[in-house]
Each structure stands twice: as C-alpha cells, then as structure tokens.
C-alpha cells in the first residue's frame, strides 16, 4: 500500500518558518474593478532588487540550469520573508503559509492580502498582489524581464479573480480577464490568464520519479496514460503516437516522416522493421509478432505502415501535466507510481488519477509495464486528447493511396 500521509493544513502553515511573516502597505493604483485595488510598489522593488541581486551572485557560475537560478532567487526572497514559486511548480513554494492564511480569509469573507513571486524558466518575474474582501479576490499584478542584469517592466493588469479555489491537492487557482486596447483591436475579446500555482510541497523523490519517467511522455499527442494496458494487452495502445515519442527520447529530434505541406494530402511512409521495432522496445516489452498484429505490417517488404498525423488529428495547444503524489517499490524490482493530472487550462488539479507501473533497467533506460486509471464519479473527461485518424477515416478524407 502507498504510504499513507495526513496534510494538516495549520500544522503546515505553523511549520514553515516565522521568517516568513507578511509586511503590510497600502499605496493605492488605478483600477478597472468596482473595489479600490492596490499593488504595493515599494514591496515590489525590494522583491526585485533581492532578486537582481542573487542573479548577480549567480552570473560567476554559467554551468547553473535556468531552474538552479530561480531556485537560488527563491531562497533569497524567502530569507527575506517573501512568498516565491515557480511558474511550473516543479520547486516547493517558500513562504507557503502566507498564501494558506490568505486562502482562509477568502474562504472565511474576512479582509486580507497577500503579494506573491512566480518566476519562469524563461526569467520572467510575475508578482501578484492579491486581495480578498468578502469572498472576492482583486488582484494586481506587474510582468517583470529579467535581462542583462536588469529587470524591465513588460505589463500590468488589475482584475477581479474568477472561479478562484484551493483545492484539496493544494493548488491556487484561478483565472481573470480584462481590457486591453491593443489586444482588443487584434482579437476583439478582452485579454485573459488562468493560473495554477502549488502551495503545499511535494517530496523531492515525488518529483525526481515525475521527471525520469512521466514527464518524458507526458499527455500530448498520446493516449499511453490515458487507457488501462499492461504487457498481458497491449490493445488500447497507439503505437504510432508513442513511436514519435519514442523516437524523440532515443535520437533527440522528431521523427523525419512528416505531414505533407499541403494539408489536403495524406502522407504514407513505410519504416524498416528494424527502426520501427528497435524504437517502440525500447520503452516496451513487446515482442514482434504482438506488435506487428497491433499496427500495419507488410511482410513482403518488412515495413511498418505509417500515416503521421495531420491537419484532421490536431490537438488543442492546452494540456495538462503529469504530478507523481506517491510512489511503491515492488518486490519484482518495479514502481508503482500514483500521478494526478493537473489541467491548469480547466481549473483542475486533478482531472483523474492513475497508476503507472515502470520497470527500471540496468542500463538506466526504463520499460513501461502498465498503466491504470483510477475509477472515480469525480474522474473529468480527457477533452485535450485527439485520436489519431482510423484507417477508413483516413481514407474518406484523403482517398485511397
């Protein structure tokens, strides 16, 4: 059984650190919402210039990852007693028990705030200066570019927050809108953001495993965590969708057979048995006979028929990502991991969960063993997927080859 964890939330917030106490302002800006909205400048720039200077102790070090360097931010403003997170929340937020206060004043309709940093692995800083009043959140917030050792000011917002939440998995979230002159002419619509931002930790070894084996394959153009399958059935797989992805972990580029320019037009390719079998085992232990009964075969010339996809199988550019919450080391020398699926784009921290079961090799390589969606009335529909055309699909709209 995975080890059982109780997350009590006021137990969190007493744990995480006095050093991170909130300091109050109010200086006032102009607002487009009916509450009097105000976005604390002279916090801001102490967040900025904490955050210039750690940049600047990390410039005699060129070999740090972009995520090191907003790790060391991070640690910086929370020394200094400022809430900070990634904006893909893959490091734990520091001064998290600010935003647990914050989220309880909401949900109690007392008065309250709370300013927030979210800094990108491309070094955008996005500081937030949230407000509740009465259940509702106004929130103020200044885009920030880090370049060159300088911080430039890219956009400002001020909006009331829509469907905002803190989920039982530990997400804020919430999303807003409001008019922009310039975006409005290109789009007619008023600009928009939605945001998902983890505010309880997750353990380092949770994100070491999501990292290794989930993120590799993720939910983007493939159904490989999406259905139930084990090495016993391999029949709800696409292998066509996961040959891409395969090929892309092996050589580190996309697969050279691609759609033709004119998207009117299917595209055919025959892929030597040896490069198409050499990919999909080595991620699955399948032998050739399964495989080719699952796919387009052709004996006569030891190819695998290969359609990519097309204009017809486009997915939504949104998608959700993969969150390991639990693992278990088997007996066999397999993993079990428990994942979540967090779908930002929707306001949901857990559109369903599932089990994924990973046979780690030797070589360092892994083999994926099965996978199985956890059966839930509150399980949400995948609607981002979209499946690869049928053989007859394909052919009423392109025609026969």
Request: charged share 25%.
């Amino acid at each position: 059984m995975y080890r059982k964890r109780l997350v009590v939330l006021c137990m969190l917030a007493a744990t995480l650190g006095c050093s991170c106490a909130k300091i109050e302002t109010e200086l006032p800006i102009k607002s487009n919402v009916d509450t009097q909205t105000s976005f604390d400048e002279e916090k801001s720039s102490q967040i900025i210039a904490i955050s210039l200077e750690a940049m600047k102790e990390q410039a005699s070090n060129p070999s740090e990852t972009k995520l090191e360097k907003v790790k060391q931010v991070m640690q910086r403003l929370e020394e200094q007693g400022y809430a900070a997170v990634d904006s893909k929340n893959q490091i734990n937020m520091v001064c998290a028990d600010q935003a647990i206060d914050f989220c309880q004043a909401v949900e109690e309709k007392q008065q309250d705030d709370f300013m927030l940093t979210v800094i990108s692995d491309t070094l955008k800083w996005t500081i937030y200066d949230f407000h509740c009043e009465d259940g509702t959140v106004t929130v103020a917030r200044n885009i920030y570019q880090y370049e060159d050792g300088n911080m430039q000011l890219e956009d400002s917002a001020v909006y009331t927050a829509l469907d905002w939440k803190y989920t039982a998995e530990g997400y804020i979230m919430f999303s807003g809108s409001w008019y922009s002159e310039a975006y409005y002419l290109f789009t007619l619509s008023d600009m928009q953001e939605k945001v998902a931002l983890r505010v309880l930790p997750l353990d380092e070894k949770y994100r070491t495993l999501n990292e290794t084996y989930m993120m590799p394959i993720s939910y983007v153009k493939n159904n490989m965590f999406l259905v139930d399958w084990s090495e016993d059935d391999f029949s709800a797989l696409d292998f066509y969708d996961l040959f891409d992805i395969f090929y892309r972990q092996i050589y580190g580029k996309e697969v050279p057979y691609g759609p033709s320019d004119n998207l009117g037009m299917g595209t055919v390719y025959q892929i030597p048995k040896e490069e198409f079998e050499h990919t999909i085992m080595t991620y699955l232990n399948i032998d050739s006979q399964t495989l080719q009964q699952k796919t387009l075969y052709h004996a006569d010339t030891k190819t695998y028929e290969y359609r990519p996809r097309g204009f017809y199988e486009a997915e939504y550019p949104e998608h959700p990502y993969p969150e390991v919450v639990d693992y278990m080391e088997n007996a066999d020398g397999t993993i079990t991991l428990l994942v979540n699926v967090v779908f930002p784009y929707e306001g949901l921290s857990k559109v369903f969960s599932h089990e994924v079961v990973v046979r780690p090799l030797e070589n360092g390589g892994v083999q994926y063993v099965s996978n199985h969606v956890i059966p839930s009335e509150d399980n949400v529909e995948e609607s981002w997927y979209k499946p690869r055309l049928t053989l007859a699909e394909w052919v009423e709209v392109y025609g026969a080859e």
